[in-house]
């Protein structure tokens, strides 16, 4: 559990697809926050776990890497983001499929969510946080004064991936996707430790057929109704 809060936190947490990412950006930038993209870091972990050499099934090597590794994010003068790993530019790595099924690997092991919860927990600052992932609510920020639990149907989850990577240069079969997606889901829900799942005390958003303002819009309202901002 973290100490008293040293601001307020907005925890999204949902499935692959579900908008978490675009949603939580355009709040953070709409309110000024700092922004948790909680995913990038175990994308993090498994790239720096492939570049270690370290073995694939290696639990404590990956928590050692994640305990250690130097991970910078930052924003380009244009707007665009930067990730850099022990000064190396992953930007465009970190985003791969390939990234996002090492991430969910990794992800499953105690060790790692554990050696990762302090990391986590250090970018609430003020003025607030929006912090986005699968157990934002529930595990690294229990005690958050609003949490999102954002869904959409597999459908429209496996179009919405599948339009950014294309949108990122990357080809990949929209039926394979869907499948990646699909077993992605199924190990992120079926973990042992802190696996996907709403918080009792979050509010449902299903964002099928929703524009990004709308949903956005949706949580400046449940954030305005608990007084968080004006
Ligand atoms: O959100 P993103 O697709 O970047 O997450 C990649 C993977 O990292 C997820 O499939 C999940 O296994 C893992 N993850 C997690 N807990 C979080 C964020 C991500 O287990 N808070």
């Not at 790993?85 to 790595?93: A, I, K, S, Y």
């Not at 499953?108 to 157990?135: C, H, I, N, S, T």
């Amino acid at each position: 559990m973290r100490g008293p809060p040293a601001c307020p936190i907005v925890t999204i947490d949902g499935p692959s697809g579900s908008g978490k990412g675009t949603i939580s950006r355009a709040l953070a930038r709409k309110l000024g926050w700092h922004l948790l993209d909680s995913g990038a870091l175990y994308r993090l972990v498994a790239i720096a776990g492939v570049d270690a050499g370290a073995a694939a099934d290696d639990e404590g090597a990956h928590a050692a890497l994640a305990r250690r590794m130097d991970a910078v994010f930052s924003v380009a003068p244009d707007g665009s983001e930067c990730v850099t790993l022990g000064g190396r530019d992953v930007t465009g790595r970190i985003r791969s499929e390939e990234a996002g099924q090492g991430a969910s690997r990794v992800a499953a092991w105690p060790a790692v969510r554990e050696a990762l919860l302090a990391r986590q927990r250090a970018f609430a600052a003020p003025p607030g946080l929006v912090a986005d992932g699968r157990d934002m609510g529930t595990v690294v920020f229990p005690g958050a004064e609003l949490k999102v639990f954002l869904t959409a149907t597999p459908q429209e989850r496996a179009l919405r991936r599948h339009k950014q990577l294309k949108d990122k240069g990357s080809d990949v079969s929209l039926p394979a996707l869907s499948r990646e997606i699909a077993e992605r889901d199924l190990r992120d829900q079926t973990r042992e430790v802190a696996p996907l799942k709403a918080a009792p005390d979050a509010h449902l958003i299903d964002s099928t057929g929703l524009s990004v303002e709308a949903v956005v819009q949706r949580v400046l309202d449940l954030g305005a109704a608990r007084s968080l901002w004006p």
